[in-house]
Nanobody, 122 residues
Framework: QVQLVESGGGSVQPGGSLRLSCAAS?????????MGWYRQAPGKERELVAT???????NYADSAKGRFTISRDNAKNTVYLQMNSLKPEDTAVYYC???????????????WGQGTQVTVSS
């Protein structure tokens, strides 16, 4: 069963914007700790784009600083990635990641979204 549901991907021209969202929607999930966005282009390794803690502290890859903004809504267990000034090199499949805690479990587990395609091209 899918743990994280992603949406918001698509095709845009260079300089355009997209907003990705990812929701941990299962009712057995009682809390979400760190969340983040990663991306993977064909033939390349998956790389970190941005992360955000439960308290709102953020971290960005150098390639994302100044252009991307990660945020979260704890009430909805949802993380967002606002992407502005997109470049062709941003083209990749974007994956949501979250450390989730389930009912009756003390420890957390890493879960991944299904991925959403982002294509930046003229």
């Amino acid at each position: 069963q899918v743990q994280l549901v992603e949406s918001g991907g698509g095709s845009v021209q260079p300089g355009g914007s997209l907003r990705l969202s990812c929701a941990a929607s299962r009712r057995s999930i009682v809390s979400v700790n760190a969340m983040g966005w990663y991306r993977q282009a064909p033939g390349k390794e998956r790389e970190l784009v941005a992360t955000i803690t439960s308290s709102g502290s953020t971290n960005y890859a150098d390639s994302a600083k100044g252009r991307f903004t990660i945020s979260r809504d704890n009430a909805k267990n949802t993380v967002y990635l606002q992407m502005n000034s997109l470049k062709p090199e941003d083209t990749a499949v974007y994956y949501c990641k979250a450390d989730v805690r389930y009912r009756n479990h003390d420890n957390s587990y890493v879960r991944w979204g299904q991925g959403t395609q982002v294509t930046v091209s003229s």
